[in-house]
């Protein structure tokens, strides 16, 4: 079973920057869109930033202009640069990949990232 796998998640202050890493367990073929969703305790799961095949970009109000998000396409990885981060950041991040036929999703475990003084 495919699985996605997360990294560099982490303590930082605000202000500081963080870049979030994701690939698959095995190859998937036919991925349509990639993002980051975050879940901070007591909240609902939120997407942040997603990016389809043709690279058409998506952000959620709170991160834009601060985070990025990029593919390397033959990797099937996906990245989140996140820069000035600010305690609200403060969440669990979950790395996603979709493919639209045949329909499957796929989840990472998560990865903390705390922004804290």
């Known amino acids: 079973q495919v699985q996605l796998v997360e990294s560099g998640g982490g303590l930082v202050q605000p202000g500081e920057s963080l870049r979030l890493s994701c690939a698959p367990s095995?190859?998937?073929?036919?991925?349509?869109?990639m993002g980051w969703y975050r879940q901070a305790p007591g909240k609902q799961r939120e997407l942040v930033a997603s990016i389809t095949s043709t690279q058409s970009t998506n952000y959620a109000d709170s991160v834009k202009g601060r985070f990025t998000i990029s593919t390397d396409n033959a990797k099937n990885t996906v990245y989140l640069q996140m820069n000035y981060l600010k305690p609200e950041d403060t969440a669990v991040y979950y790395c996603?990949?979709?493919?639209?036929?045949?329909?499957?999703?796929?989840w990472g475990q998560g990865t903390q990232v705390t922004v804290s003084s």
């Open positions: 095995k190859s998937i073929s036919s991925i349509n869109v």
């Open positions: 996603n990949a979709r493919r639209y036929f045949p329909s499957a999703t796929y």
